[in-house]
């Protein structure tokens, strides 16, 4: 009996699922880690170090804003062809550009050199996914899993990129209050330790996506030439996506159904709204923030959003086995919009006590509707434009979260850094509910799948001899 109910309990907590999966979701799941480890280091420190170098609040706003600018094109242009050219091969070049990245904000102070390394290469503004891989990864993870066991997989490879930032925060915060106070060392000297061991991190991402299998790859599958009377009534919507004719590089982009254009339209907007919303307060802004109000040191702030990210990452399993109950959508817009409300009211108390309450509130939910949402995107759309779609939803989250850090930037220079924060849950509560009114009770290629599955069923019991039933 114990055991049944502890196997029930794994089974709650997507563990199952996971042990089950192939080599390669574990590998994409480990990448997913490193990396988010080496973002969270360089945020926890990518505006103290710009302002050491002497840099204004207002050109390190423009600095994040075009870094996300920069990384919208590249990304668009990588996904979009990533089925074509080999998901592994951009994968491997999206981590030669990370450590490249590394290197040079090691080497170099000039504020243009710092810019074109983190526009052509990759360094995340905001301590979240940057560059081509997430797209390409939850493509990748939607091909290797039953659509049943997807929730869960999501959810633990949304958990663990969570925690990864969350040890790379603590972990860089204490290495460096070691190398300021103990060694006596100055910050940017302090600093660039940090972005050598990123570098570091680039290249072990290498190692991981290079011992990636075949299986990652797009299944490319030949359709037969078919008598037009034999052919099924009812398709699977690649009918609508024909194979393009003429210009090599047009003939490597997917093609997309009616249906699908229409879902990635509205995701887009709806997305680049939240994006937006997120790039007024992204993580390397909240956390100078905290540094400048309250002069907390980066060991501190290293352990704060340590914990605020453990958090968060605990809060994704349960959101996978609430999706199981209400829905995908239901999950994103009821989880996510709490976090919005306690967004807008961290900057209004002056007792760093009481900010840092709000603060950890806001993680109870912030992050639980990930899963779901790479879960219903996946599902919404046929499994030859995932990544394309997936690719550009992120260009369009890329786009819309692009001005927010210029935007914050100028407003902090102003003295109005509390306006950000209020600005930014207001937009992200308009985003929940614009979620559940548009895509509310709205039907997956699954879900569909299912009722055709159980309508012929039930029509193959009705149609059996009544002496046999």
């Not at 302002?51 to 423009?62: D, F, N, P």
């Not at 002056?350 to 840092?356: G, N």
């Not at 924060?421 to 997956?444: E, I, N, P, S």
Request: net charge neutral; with cysteine; proline share 3%.
């Amino acid at each position: 009996m114990a055991l049944k109910y502890l196997v029930k309990v794994l089974e709650e907590l997507g563990l199952v699922s996971l042990w089950a999966s192939t080599i390669d979701v574990k590998l994409l799941c480990s990448q997913r880690f490193v990396r988010l480890f080496a973002y969270g280091g360089s945020t926890l420190i990518l505006v103290s170090y710009l302002q050491e170098l002497g840099i204004s609040k207002e050109k390190i706003g423009l600095f994040m804003t075009l870094t996300l600018v920069g990384d919208t094109a590249i990304s668009f242009v990588l996904t979009l062809f990533a089925d074509a050219l080999g998901r592994k091969s951009i994968l491997a070049l999206g981590a030669i550009l990370m450590a490249a990245s590394g290197v040079i904000f090691a080497l170099f102070g000039n504020y243009w050199i710092l810019l074109l390394a983190a526009i052509v290469g990759v360094i995340s503004p905001s301590g979240n996914e940057i560059g081509p891989f997430r797209a390409i990864e939850e493509s990748t993870l939607a091909q290797l899993t039953p659509a049943a066991n997807r929730g869960d997989i999501y959810a633990w490879y949304s958990l663990i990129g969570t925690a990864g930032t969350a040890f790379g925060l603590m972990t860089a915060g204490w290495v460096l209050n070691y190398m300021i106070l103990d060694l006596r060392w100055g910050a940017i000297e302090a600093y660039r330790i940090v972005f050598w061991a990123y570098a570091a991190f680039g290249i072990l991402k290498l190692c991981l996506t290079l011992a990636l299998s075949r299986a990652v790859e797009l299944e490319k599958k030949t359709v037969p030439i078919q008598d037009p009377e034999a052919a099924p009534l009812l398709g699977d919507g690649a009918e609508e996506a024909e194979p393009k004719k003429g210009n090599w590089l047009l003939s490597q982009l997917p093609a997309f159904s009616s249906e699908s254009r229409v879902i990635v339209i509205n995701l887009c907007i709806l997305f680049a709204l939240d994006a937006f919303a997120s790039g007024l307060a992204p993580l390397s802004w909240v956390t100078f923030f905290f540094h400048e109000k309250f002069h907390l040191k980066e060991g501190v702030l290293g352990s704060l959003f340590f914990t605020t990210a453990i958090i968060a990452a605990i809060s994704m399993l349960l959101a996978s086995s609430i999706a199981k109950r209400i829905g995908n959508i239901q999950t994103m817009v009821f989880t996510h919009l709490p976090s919005a409300i306690f967004l807008a009211l961290i900057p209004i108390p002056d007792s760093v006590s009481i900010a840092m309450l709000f603060l950890i509130l806001r993680s109870c939910t912030q992050s639980m509707d990930v899963a779901p949402r790479s879960a219903f995107l996946a599902a919404v759309v046929l499994p030859h434009e995932r990544t394309a779609v997936m690719g550009m939803v992120n260009v369009a989250k890329s786009l819309g979260q692009s001005s927010g850090p210029f935007i914050t930037g100028v407003l902090a220079g102003k003295g109005l850094f509390w306006v950000a924060f209020v600005v930014a849950g207001t937009l992200k509560a308009c985003y929940d509910l614009g979620m559940l009114a548009v895509f509310k009770g709205h039907k997956t290629h699954d879900d569909r799948a299912e009722e055709r599955r159980s309508a012929e069923e039930e029509r193959l019991r009705e149609s059996e001899d009544p002496d046999e039933r």
